[in-house]
Each structure stands twice: as structure tokens, then as C-alpha cells.
């Protein structure tokens, strides 16, 4: 275990005899650990041989003060023998961290995705800077990742009231952290989609789990994979709350399947939704009987 001289604080100054008097600390928590994934995949942008964890060093009590610094389980041998490789990716961590909570910190929404393409871009720099490879071959973090662990961040101080604030403050620099910067899975599939395609066709899908309630989606089995569908077919779905269509996890759907497959601007899938329009018949699984082995 490697200490990497990396310490930071989180300080949330919070508004006495207010509010549930557990957010402060579910917010801390869920915070550390949208901070420690992110840390992860940092790290993965200059190496992928090791994971560095968080340990908490103290913490105050008024307003809430904690200090973390992170180490690395198993680093590889070729980085023990150079010994300012820890200190430089702690470095690169701080920086990495308070550009991003900066940057969200500036902003009140994202509405174009070359504003995330420049944060990877400065990323990607800071980790260039490192010079901790041998080859040049820094990877950037994927913007789809990138966002994702904005928004982890963001969703951790939800607990919070309004009156509370958060901040972050390292050797680089203090900055509040942007607790308002709401970044729903809908407007990161937005930033990413660059076409959308949907399709309609009848598709023979095996049900893994019903929603007996109605209120949330199916998961059923298409083309090899589990998809969440929502069923939209209500004559069908009455029928088979009312007890009127017997179906059990294992039987099959013969249905129209709506499809809307969105691909990003390199082309991979980045999201797929799924609706049940009209369900034709029930097709109902072999019952296999064993023969009972006491029987002549």
C-alpha cells in the first residue's frame, strides 16, 4: 500500500436544526464514493494496472470537515522503482478533481457536447503532464463517463436542503460544489445521441420478470439479451392483472415490439428504449415432468 500525497477536504456547512439532521451524513458518504469511482477512472487515463482507495484521516464536527487522502493496493514494480510516480499521480488526482468541480461549479446547465469534448480535452492534458508513461499513450476519459460521474456527484447532495453548502479544498484550490447542475439520464442520452432509429415489429420475447402492478416496466429477453419494456397494450394488461391470461416467468410473448435504438457520434449504441404495443398470445413454456423414480 502506497500512499500517493493526495489530500483533500470535504467541508459541508450546514444549517442547524434543520432538515433531516441524517443528510449530512448520507451526503458524505454518497459523496466519498461518487469521489472514489471517480479517482478510479482518472487513474485509469495515465495507467490501468491500479485502483486507488480513500481513507478518511479526521473529521470535525459544527460544520462538517472531513480529510481523505488516497493510497494504491498493488502498485506495479516498475512504478515502485520510480519514486516520485506516487507523488505525481497524487498531483494529477487534485488537479483532475478540482478542474471538474470547478467547471461544474461555473455552470448552471450543459446544453452542447463540446463543452464536455473541452473538459475531456483539459483532462486529458493534465494527464499528458504526468509524463509518467513510457509511450505517450494517454487515453481520455469517455464523455458518456465523464457525465455519469457528474451527475454521481451531483445526485449525492440531493439529501441536502438549500441552505447547505459543500466544498472541496485541496493544495489546487477551493471550489463549492454544484449541487444544482442536474444532469438527468434523458439529457445525457440528448448529448450523446447523434441519430435515433425506431423500428415496429411483431418479436417473440421471453418474460425473465412481469410487473403485476403495471407501474413499471417488464424484463424480458430479446435477440440473446434482458431488455426492460414498458407495456402499453391495456386491454392485454387488464387482462392478465385480472387473472384472465395465465403467464409465468419462463412462458413467451408473441408481441408488436416499438424500438428506438439511439447511436452516438462514433457510431456505438448509447441508449435503447423498449414499448409493448400490442401483445398477440401467451406461448407458454414446456413443463418438463420428471418421472418419479419409485414408479415401475
Excluded: C
Excluded at 472514489?36 to 495515465?46: G, I, Q
Aim: glycine share 6%.
Amino acid at each position: 500500500m502506497v500512499d500517493i500525497d493526495s489530500q483533500f477536504e470535504i467541508y459541508i456547512d450546514f444549517k442547524p436544526s434543520e432538515g433531516d439532521p441524517s443528510r449530512v451524513f448520507r451526503a458524505m458518504a454518497d459523496l466519498v464514493d461518487s469521489l472514489k469511482e471517480l479517482d478510479t477512472e482518472l487513474a485509469s487515463m495515465v495507467s490501468i494496472s491500479f485502483k486507488p482507495e480513500l481513507y478518511l484521516e479526521e473529521i470535525e464536527g459544527g460544520s462538517i470537515r472531513a480529510w481523505f487522502h488516497a493510497v494504491i493496493d498493488d502498485l506495479p514494480d516498475e512504478a515502485l522503482k520510480e519514486g516520485s510516480f506516487a507523488k505525481v499521480l497524487g498531483h494529477f488526482l487534485l488537479k483532475a478533481k478540482y478542474k471538474i468541480l470547478k467547471w461544474t461549479n461555473e455552470k448552471e446547465k450543459i446544453e452542447h457536447i463540446q463543452e464536455i469534448k473541452e473538459l475531456e480535452g483539459e483532462l486529458l492534458t493534465l494527464a499528458e503532464e504526468t509524463d509518467v508513461k513510457q509511450l505517450p499513450a494517454y487515453k481520455p476519459m469517455e464523455t458518456e463517463r465523464l457525465l455519469s460521474h457528474i451527475n454521481s456527484i451531483n445526485n449525492s447532495l440531493v439529501p441536502l436542503i438549500k441552505e447547505d453548502k459543500v466544498s472541496y479544498i485541496s493544495s489546487e484550490g477551493t471550489t463549492e460544489i454544484n449541487s444544482n447542475l442536474a444532469i438527468s439520464n434523458e439529457i445525457i442520452v440528448e448529448l450523446l445521441t447523434s441519430e435515433t432509429i425506431e423500428t415496429n415489429g411483431v418479436r417473440i420475447l421471453k418474460v425473465k420478470k412481469p410487473d403485476f402492478l403495471g407501474e413499471s416496466k417488464w424484463i424480458l429477453r430479446y435477440q440473446g439479451h434482458q431488455i426492460e419494456a414498458k407495456i402499453s397494450d391495456l386491454k392485454w394488461l387488464r387482462s392478465y392483472q385480472g387473472q384472465q391470461e395465465e403467464l409465468q416467468p419462463g412462458d413467451s410473448i408473441k408481441a408488436n415490439l416499438n424500438e428506438k435504438i439511439s447511436y452516438g457520434h462514433d457510431g456505438q449504441i448509447v441508449h435503447a428504449a423498449y414499448e409493448v404495443t400490442g401483445v398477440e398470445e401467451v406461448i407458454h413454456a414446456l413443463k418438463i415432468i420428471q418421472p418419479d423414480i419409485f414408479d415401475e
